[in-house]
């Protein structure tokens, strides 16, 4: 069974900073593709990052955080690291840590294995 717990989340001030990490277990690491989406209250979800430990230099970044934050894997812990600076009060939101065979291909439109999520709060 695959399993993604997510940690690091809590209260920060505006223009701080947080790491977010998610274990994974179940599945062989270098297989799959993961990536860090968020979702705020009255929104839809967004996609964030995406890392193919696997591969050669594959990660990528969507807009609305890009330059503000990095991902990183570490193969022998299985984890997925997401550095988060410079917070602004509208990053506020539930992050959740996901999973999928098909690496990092279309990982907007959503992933297979998804964790419980853990809630960034930015205060101004």
């Known amino acids: 069974e695959v399993q993604l717990v997510e940690s690091g989340g809590g209260v920060v001030q505006t223009g701080g900073s947080l790491r977010l990490s998610c274990v994974a277990s179940g599945l062989t690491f270098d297989d799959y593709g993961f990536a860090w989406f968020r979702q705020a209250p009255g929104k839809e979800r967004e996609p964030i990052s995406c890392i193919a430990p696997g591969e050669i230099d594959a990660t990528y970044y969507a807009d609305s955080m890009r330059g503000r934050i990095a991902i990183s894997s570490d193969n022998a812990k299985n984890t997925v690291d997401l550095q988060m600076d410079n917070l602004r009060p509208e990053d506020t939101a539930v992050y959740y840590c996901?999973?999928?065979?098909?690496?990092?291909?279309?990982?907007?439109?959503?992933?297979?294995?998804w964790g419980q999520g853990t809630q960034v709060t930015v205060s101004s």
């Open positions: 996901t999973a999928d065979e098909n690496l990092c291909t279309d990982y907007g439109r959503g992933m297979d294995y």
